[in-house]
């Protein structure tokens, strides 16, 4: 955790460290699939993962600033100032003074527990606001992405309509040619069928054969 790389561990709750909550993932004892599922969470989650393991580092470095001496000689401090000890007082007046020590323990240690919920409940809460405003996001961009390609669609569809109108139209042309070409053919064949065409050949027999040309 001190380097930001978030645990996933089993449920300990007699563990006021792991009942922070930050920079670790809890599953319930024995579920080791749930453990796996939270793991392949963290994997995938690049941003979670970052998160997760920055808390956890934040929360490493607060425990590392603890004085833990000093908090004890507060807790007894605190204690002491709210029991009066009278000298004289027999065994039983101790034992007394002893379960009332454990007793303030406990409270407290409860009061660090419900706090300590309460916080990790407090940041569950905010991290799964931001993933879900993030999921937002995420759909918002999907969903303009998606207008962008249907728009592209449209065009490329129009394009290609305009593309097989144009073919249309060439074909129309080429068949029209075609047509006039057959109509030409046709006259040419008929032209040279007819008398004049062969008269002119014969008067031209002679200068075709002396300049050679086949015309």
């Known amino acids: 955790m001190s380097y930001g790389v978030p645990v996933v561990t089993y449920d300990m709750p007699w563990l006021p460290f792991i009942q ?17 599922q ?71 240690g409860r009061q660090k527990i419900v706090n300590s919920v309460k916080n990790q409940a407090k940041r569950t809460e905010d991290r799964l606001k931001k993933e879900l405003e993030q999921n937002r996001k995420q759909l918002t961009t999907s969903q303009n992405d998606l207008k962008q390609e249907r728009r592209k669609i449209k065009e490329l569809t129009q394009k290609q309509q305009k593309a097989d109108n144009q073919l249309k139209d060439i074909a129309v042309k080429l068949k029209n040619v075609s047509a006039k070409l057959t109509d030409t053919t046709t006259l040419l064949r008929n032209i040279r069928r007819g008398s004049s065409f062969k008269i002119g050949r014969i008067l031209t027999w002679l200068p075709r054969k002396l300049t050679g040309r086949n015309w």
């Open 20 to 36: 922070d909550g930050r920079g670790i993932v809890t599953v319930p004892q024995g579920q080791y699939s749930l453990a796996a």
């Open 38 to 108: 939270e793991i392949i969470k963290l994997l995938q989650n690049t941003h979670y993962l970052t998160s997760l393991g920055q808390c956890g580092k934040d929360h490493i470095t607060e425990v590392a600033k603890d004085d833990i001496m000093n908090n004890w000689k507060e807790f007894f401090k605190r204690i002491n100032n709210r029991t009066i000890v009278k000298q004289g007082k027999n065994k039983l007046n101790n034992i007394s003074i002893i379960l009332k020590y454990l007793t303030l323990y406990q409270f407290d």
